[in-house]
């Protein structure tokens, strides 16, 4: 019988033995890793041994977190990054060439876009595409797309990606499917169900949770067929092909670029996925009341939130995800100041932020999205007073309590 997810975190550590008995895998803080037998230490750098040979290239105490993460997204390898977006470009760095295209949802994480900036400035192209439509995505593959990106609850106006579809879709025309599962982690959607062959975590957000660590991930979920796929290194062809894409990741995006998780944040975000079940429930049972709080409230205009019976991909939340998640984003009515507004809230932090225990507000057009100008807000449909919420875990009441009083 197989482990519920909650279960399977809790006791992965011990799969092997630990010293001391202990329950927790232990801080290992080493860069070097000595062998008595230098014939084993040439086996480790050749892939004929497992083992570790030097700090940047992982330590026992991150592998232990991979470990968790391949289980909770049903993943055959995992390899963790120093931050989410370290992760995402290890995916691009290792896997494109010059000529290359890509096909992304439009509706991205702010540096994920300027990323694709970068990409474009070294020889790659991007399309943008509405993902809540799979034919835009369809009418975008090309013979020389190598992949196509999405993210599976948009930040911030919670546009929803036809995952399922665009699955398939991939599927059928053999290209790489990639899935940023940040908004909507392991425990509330597995993107392996929808073909999905590359996810990204930023552990920075729900899976770590308490906002003290820094971490991302790519998981293989062992679905694609890397033998299909045109730019994978000789080097990494020894391997079986299930392990081809992640081991060039780890080689070209991970140890090339040194973007090495380290063995103590790694710790605190084993820690926090412990009850990433527990705090999702929560903080997605506290956002769905107060969307509909604050939908009803007369000095708010509009609230986006896939849980709310008007969103438009409702229905699609509705059969995709566990829960509608933990974000959202209203529209104050006109005449009410967004800033005065976050200042009268006492509970509720003004920060950029997300997926963390407390709640956190931030006005979005005068702040993430203020680089780019009004008239791609306007594109966006990031109005002026739009706030981001990333609800948190505390007392439903208090919540409630606070907003009521800060909207008057
Ligand atoms: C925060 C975030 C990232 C980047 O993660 P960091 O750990 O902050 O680098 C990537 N994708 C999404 C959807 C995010 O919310």
Redesign the pocket.
Known sequence: MKNGFTTKILHSDLESPIEHFAVHKPMHASVAYGYADARDLAKVFKGELSGYVYGRQGNPTTAALEAKISKMEDGIATACFS????A?AAIFIALLRAGDHVVSSSFL?G??NSLFGTLNALGCEISFVDPTGVANVAGAIRPNTRLVFV?TIA?PRTQIADLTRIGELCAARGVLYVV?N??TTPYLYLPKRDKAGLI?N????YIGGHGNA???AVTDTGLFDWTRFSNIYDNYKNAQPALWGILQIRKKGLRDIGSTLAAEPAHRIATGAETLALRMEKASGNAVQLARFLAAHPKVRKVYYPGLDDHPQHRLATSLFKTYGALMSVELADGIDCFDFLNRLKLVISSSH?GDNRTLAIPIAHTIYWEMGAQRRAEMGIADSLIRLSIGIEDLDDLLGDFRQALG
């Open positions: 931050t989410g977006m370290a995402i994480f540096n994920t993210e930040n940023d940040t908004m990204v930023s552990l920075t957000k820094l971490g991302g997300l």
